[in-house]
C-alpha cells in the first residue's frame, strides 16, 4: 500500500496559540484517515516550514502527499508563494507525488459551513 500524508498548510504567526485550532483541526482530520499521516507545515514565523516537512515525510516512505491550503482566500501566500514552493519540492523530489488542492476558503463545503455556523450564530 501506498504510503500517503496529509498536509495542513497554514500562515503562521508569533503566538503559538494561534496555531491551536489548526492542532485541533489535524487530530480530528488525522482521527477520521489513521492510514493517513496528517501533519501541518507553516508558511512562516513557526515550525515545521513546508520545505522541511516535505522531504522528511519522503524519508519516511511517504509517497503521496496531498497540500491542503488552511487560508480562507487565494491570496499572495497561495497564489504565489506556495505554488513557487511546490515548483521546487517537485524539482528536488521529482519521484515525489506532490498534489495541491484550494484554499479552504475557496471550496464551497467550507463557505456552506461557515455561513451555517454564521447564522446560527443568532441564536446562540
Given at each position: 500500500m ?31 484517515m ?23 515525510l519522503?524519508?519516511?516512505g ?37 498534489k ?25
Amino acid at each position: 500500500m501506498t504510503k500517503r500524508a496529509l498536509i495542513l498548510f497554514a500562515h503562521g504567526a508569533r503566538a503559538a496559540s494561534w496555531a491551536e485550532p489548526f492542532e485541533r483541526l489535524r487530530d480530528l482530520t488525522q482521527a477520521r484517515m489513521p492510514d493517513v499521516a496528517v501533519s501541518l507545515a507553516f508558511l512562516e514565523l513557526m515550525s515545521p516550514s513546508l520545505t522541511d516537512l516535505v522531504p522528511e515525510l519522503l524519508g519516511n516512505g511517504v509517497a503521496q502527499i496531498t497540500v491542503v491550503p488552511v487560508f480562507l482566500g487565494q491570496g499572495g501566500h497561495v497564489q504565489r508563494d506556495l505554488p513557487a514552493m511546490i515548483t521546487k519540492l517537485r524539482g528536488d523530489h521529482p519521484d515525489a507525488d506532490i498534489k495541491v488542492v484550494e484554499a479552504a476558503g475557496e471550496n464551497p463545503d467550507v463557505l456552506n459551513a461557515i455561513s451555517d455556523y454564521c447564522v446560527n450564530a443568532l441564536t446562540r
